[in-house]
């Protein structure tokens, strides 16, 4: 990393007047917060470009629950996001993609009122979709080779083919759940026991930990003893064999246990579980059902957190009696509409994405300390790791350098081939464990780091990556060529590019001025090249907002 301080004074001086920086706001600096009137008579001012001046849509189901709350509490709910909000948040929030310019212009400029609808139908199709939430799901799930979990590469790649054809197909999240609790077989042949083998121990309290994360959404270390052991019962008969061929194992039931087994389920019923049967399975009919709330409540809660940024009941995988939840309605709807659709989770994203709750800003207008918690504004956050080196990498025309613990050939990587594709944990690259990529040691939602750090500011300001990426950048080259001497033409387009909306008029003025000064000393070209690189060091950038 270049930490010589290679910024020029034109440069320096751009990113003071531009307020950039991981510190900094959103990116509504003094001269980018222009206030102009709604564009309806009587509509409160708004904060251009990030709030719409339009009145916000029909309130869904999930809006008259949020609203409920929010009334009753006092809290004021934020104004509804412009459409470039929208559009840059949607993209990345679903298929962890920027939108490309040409989408960006097309979509602010229809006039269709359901365009944002049309949108998410259309993404939720895309192919990025499945490798986006192939890539979340064996974070869940622990797909990694080595280290603490043993899948070894030719597991992961089974394992990882098999969730994304789950998720491709939009398999059933019910039958999903029970094909992997009730798995058995060889982990190369049968995929989904590597469910079994992801696991940091083979004990039955180890495995039991495990399934109670994944499916329940509960940590059981904060359980008694008495009740992680009641819940392992059900997983005591899993036995693991050795074959000759390297590295697989075979998942079965024990033979050995041919008597009467005992068991309590977590909601203290009891159950005896007669000579061959297999508890796993006992336990499943008994966890996969709608009457059930461990099951759906877990997972329509951390489907409200993956698309909100917040759970329902928060951390998502921390459910207990003693952590609240902020809205029982909403949690309830989600769960019966979950059950009602057949366990289709696409059905949950609509329902979620489609809602005034998530299309509304991010500039909160309630003081109220709870208003995130009550979801008065949608939940800033930086971009996942592997979302964003994939942007800079398009948008730099770069690779990232990956290595592994594994040997070759196990780290070969396509130059071609996006981050959000990788199928194992434990192949990683230096930016990827700089930026907060999850270890996918535990499962938990926490292991992925959010908070920026100074090494994180140092190499998106000064790094010779991000010199190369822009330095050498088609799409900064493209867009001089489009551009010819047209200043205000070329500015709009690196705005759309980076930051998917237009600049106002003081950004516009802010930038024109630079580039007039910067024309004299390092052209048309070095004036470019100091915008990308200070709109690309904006939270407007690296967080979704």
């Not at 008969?237 to 033979?255: D, G």
């Not at 950048?473 to 387009?493: E, F």
Request: one cysteine or more; a positive charge; proline letters at 5%.
């Amino acid at each position: 990393m270049n930490i010589s301080g290679s910024l020029g004074v034109w440069r320096q001086s751009l990113i003071r007047l531009l307020g950039v920086g991981m510190m900094g706001v959103v990116g509504v600096t003094e001269a980018a917060a222009e206030k102009v009137e709604g564009v309806e008579k009587g509509m409160p001012s708004v904060c251009f470009p990030y709030e719409s001046g339009q009145p916000p849509g029909v309130a869904t189901a999930i809006d008259r629950l949020v609203g409920a709350v929010l009334k009753e509490r006092g809290i004021v709910s934020a104004r509804p996001c412009s459409d470039e909000v929208f559009i840059r948040r949607v993209f990345l929030d679903v298929i962890g993609t920027l939108p490309t310019q040409r989408e960006v212009v097309y979509f602010i400029n229809s006039d269709d009122p359901e365009k944002r609808a049309r949108l998410i139908d259309v993404l939720l199709a895309r192919d990025e979709f499945v490798d986006y939430w192939t890539l979340k799901w064996c974070d869940l799930l622990r797909v990694k080779s080595e280290f603490p979990v043993n899948l070894w590469p030719n597991g992961v790649q089974a394992y990882h083919r098999w969730i994304r054809d789950a998720v491709k197909e939009n398999r059933r999240y019910d039958v999903f759940a029970r094909q992997l609790l009730t798995s058995s077989g060889s982990n190369f042949r049968e995929p989904a026991v590597n469910f079994y083998r992801a696991v940091q121990g083979t004990e039955p309290e180890a495995i039991a930990e495990m399934v109670a994360l994944t499916f329940m959404g509960v940590r059981t270390e904060r359980w008694s003893e008495n009740n992680r052991k009641e819940l392992a019962a059900f997983f005591s008969r899993v036995a693991y064999k050795k074959t000759v061929e390297w590295k697989e194992e075979i998942i079965y039931l024990a033979p050995e246990s041919t008597g009467s087994l005992m068991a309590v389920f977590p909601d203290r019923k009891r159950v005896t579980i007669a000579a061959g049967d297999d508890p796993r399975k006992v336990f499943a009919d008994w966890l996969i059902t709608k009457d059930n709330p461990w099951f759906t409540r877990s997972i329509a809660n951390r489907v409200w957190y993956w698309l909100m940024g917040r759970g329902i009941i928060h951390e998502p995988d921390d459910i207990r009696p003693d952590n609240p939840v902020s809205n029982p309605a909403l949690l309830a709807y989600l769960q019966g509409e979950l059950v009602e659709s057949g366990y289709d989770l696409k059905h949950l994203f609509r329902l979620i994405l489609n809602s005034r709750t998530y299309q509304q800003s991010c500039i909160s207008r309630s003081d109220d300390k709870y208003a995130a918690a009550y979801f008065a504004c949608y939940t800033m956050r930086r971009l996942d790791a592997e979302v964003l080196v994939d942007a800079l990498n398009g948008f730099g025309n770069t690779q990232e350098k990956y290595w592994s613990p594994i040997p070759e050939p196990f780290t070969f990587i396509p130059e071609d081939k996006r981050t959000i594709t990788l199928s194992d944990g434990s192949i990683t690259s230096q930016f990827l464990e700089m930026f907060g990529r999850p270890s996918r040691d535990k499962g938990y939602e926490s292991e992925r780091g959010t908070n920026p750090t100074e090494f994180q500011r140092l190499y998106m300001l000064n790094s010779t990556e991000m010199h190369t990426r822009i330095w050498r950048s088609p799409a900064l080259q493209k867009i001089i060529a489009q551009s010819g001497k047209d200043r205000k033409a070329t500015i709009r387009r690196v705005y759309l590019t980076l930051l998917s909306r237009r600049p106002t008029d003081g950004e516009m003025a802010i930038a024109l001025a630079h580039f007039s000064g910067s024309a004299r000393k390092a052209g048309v070209r070095g004036a470019v090249q100091d915008l990308a690189w200070a709109l690309l060091n904006t939270k407007e950038f690296l967080y979704k907002h």
